[in-house]
């Protein structure tokens, strides 16, 4: 029972019933000291206990799981003959792949090597399609809230059409129906008006590729140092025109610094780059650089296909911004680009990025469908051939899954972080 004592004085009262338990109430121009009864501790009726009971329950039941999972499949492999273990990693591969960003040779380079091989693959084929598909897509978005009834009404088309169709029927109509269809070697289309540089057959896309020279890297040190000058420059301007209104022309400066510093560092030491020029030779052309068929038809169908999920990300983002921020942008002089671009989209990314985390990460796993037209990703490369001629069907497909789920969970860590940054904090 609650204990309560009516005093005319509260301070001389509660001096004598000092403790954690004291609480004051004042009632009808009356003051009282409330004693609460101490709370006895329950071992078996305490909440705490009983959630660390839980949760001590699940975690036993998952570590049981785990661990009669890890044993049987053991047990059965050895009952099987087959060997486990991550030591094949360093065993030679007798086979090669038809595109790899980095050398191997048959015979002497490790599986290790054909994981990073394929992991290099997969990873630089999804990064430029989620480049490509949210700028596409961010276009696209935009062009769904075009006053122009044909304008919205073809991006409307584009977004239905590719985001209900499957992205392997995609990926095989590209390949089959486009780029399997091009010119022979000898009648290949040059993309580059006629100097030869850029050439295009059912062989795949073909360009120059690089030579650096001894003095290249002082132009390399030069662009970094002029985008760090950038930035500096913009941060400036931004925080003179908070200060003064006055507008600095931030574009024109950053373009002159970009392009003319390097180029003068690049021409002072003596132009230390030479280009090596794909030159028909037979069949086929030899030397530059060269994309397979598989590896544009992949890209176009990621980027087309995910990038009408992103305009649809886009203009429910926009939609969801009050039209008052840009009728008060119009009515201070803003032209509608610069008020969709300074005003309704800044305030629209934080409805934009959290879909946008989900749809990256179906890029990079999408793109595991790339085993349909033989392009040497991770799954390809390294959970078929490798598995195919080394074994270890557990180990390799671990890894696999354990690459994508490492991918996938960084681009989630990053976007949340700048999904953070973005967040309207409200007052």
Not at 146 to 155: D, E, G, I, Y
Not at 366 to 377: F, H, K, T, V
Request: charged content about 15%; hydrophobic content about 50%.
């Amino acid at each position: 029972m609650a204990t309560w004592f009516g005093t005319t004085n509260l301070r001389c009262k509660k001096s004598e019933y000092q403790g954690e338990n004291v609480v004051a109430v004042s009632d009808n121009n009356k003051e009282y000291v409330h004693i609460k009864p101490k709370e006895q501790f329950d071992f078996f009726h305490d909440k705490r206990v009983r959630s660390a009971f839980y949760q001590f329950l699940i975690a036993a039941a998952v570590a049981w799981f785990a661990w009669s999972l890890i044993g049987n499949t053991a047990q059965n492999l050895e009952s099987r003959g087959m060997h486990t273990g991550f030591g094949f990693l360093k065993v030679a591969a007798g086979f090669d792949s038809s595109f790899k960003l980095i050398s191997h040779e048959p015979g002497v380079g490790t599986y290790g090597r054909i994981f990073i091989i394929g992991a290099l693959n997969t990873l630089y084929i999804s990064a430029l399609a989620i480049i490509l598909s949210t700028m596409l897509g961010f276009f696209i978005g935009v062009l769904r809230l075009s006053s122009n009834w044909l304008v919205s009404k073809v991006a409307l088309a584009y977004v239905e059409i590719f985001r209900n169709t499957p992205i392997l029927i995609q990926i095989i109509f590209w390949y089959i129906g486009v780029f399997s269809l091009l010119p022979r070697v000898k009648n290949s289309i040059d993309l580059s008006f006629g100097t030869g540089n850029l050439l295009l057959n059912n062989r795949g896309f073909y360009i120059p590729w690089p030579i650096p020279g001894d003095l290249l890297w002082l132009s390399g040190v030069a662009i970094i140092i002029a985008v760090i000058a950038v930035v500096i420059l913009r941060r400036w301007a931004q925080n003179r025109q908070d200060k003064t209104g006055q507008i600095f022309p931030t574009f024109i400066v950053s373009a002159a610094l970009l392009i003319f510093l390097p180029g003068i560092v690049y021409f002072m030491t003596g132009m230390p780059l030479d280009w090596d020029i794909p030159k028909l030779e037979g069949f086929n052309f030899v030397g530059g650089a060269s994309l397979p068929p598989s590896f544009m038809a992949l890209l176009f169908a990621l980027t087309i296909y995910h990038a009408s999920y992103t305009a649809e990300m886009v203009r429910a983002g926009i939609l969801s911004v009050d039209k008052g921020q840009d009728e008060a942008a119009r009515s201070i002089g803003l032209r509608k680009k610069w008020a969709m671009s300074l005003v309704v989209i800044p305030q629209a990314m934080p409805a934009i990025i959290p879909p946008m985390i989900s749809n990256w990460m179906s890029t990079i796993k999408n793109s595991s469908l790339a085993i349909a037209i033989g392009y040497p990703d991770m799954v390809s490369l390294f959970m078929q051939t490798s598995l195919n001629q080394a074994g270890y069907a557990v180990e390799l497909v671990g890894m696999t899954m354990a690459f994508y789920m490492f991918v996938s969970l960084t681009i989630s860590w990053l976007l949340n972080i700048y999904n953070k940054r973005v967040q309207l904090v409200e007052r």
